[in-house]
Structures are given as structure tokens and as C-alpha cells.
């Protein structure tokens, strides 16, 4: 998960149009390690969250909506 935010260089990655405060585009908030939320993007048996490719690095507020992935598609 390091890995995954320096990637994102403590910016949420989200992009979902869901989420109202970002409307398509890429959400601009920015959070400590420490607080930042850590999201599996792609739903896999045995936890491969750790794999920083399939990790995607959101604010609070987006992790909320993240959750509701399954039931949009
Ligand atoms: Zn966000
Ligand atoms: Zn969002």
C-alpha cells in the first residue's frame, strides 16, 4: 500500500462520477498516509490488496462511495 500512495502522491485517485464533489473529473483532495483509505479495485478471492496496481488510494468521502461499486454496475 506504500507503494500504491506514492503513486498517488497523497492525492485521492477516484474518478468516479458518483461522487458529487468531483464530477468527472479526478477527485483533487489530499490526505497524510495516515489517513488515507485503501480500496480494492478488482474484487479478488484471497487478498490481493496489497498489489499496488489493483489498490486504489481515496479520501473518506470517496471510500464511502467505493463501497457502493458493486450495486452501480
Ligand atoms: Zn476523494
Ligand atoms: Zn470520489
Redesign the pocket.
Known amino acids: 500500500m506504500d507503494e500504491a500512495f506514492a503513486r498517488s502522491n497523497g492525492r485521492?485517485?477516484?474518478t468516479r462520477d458518483s461522487?458529487a464533489?468531483?464530477y468527472l473529473s479526478r477527485?483533487?483532495?489530499t490526505m497524510s498516509r495516515s489517513r488515507a483509505a485503501f480500496n480494492q479495485r478488482k474484487k479478488t478471492g484471497l487478498g490481493d490488496l496489497d498489489n499496488a496496481s489493483n489498490c486504489e488510494v481515496?479520501?473518506?468521502?470517496?471510500?464511502s462511495?467505493a463501497g457502493y461499486d458493486d450495486y452501480m454496475k
Open positions: 485521492c485517485e477516484c461522487c464533489t468531483h477527485c483533487s483532495f481515496l479520501c473518506d468521502l470517496c471510500m462511495h
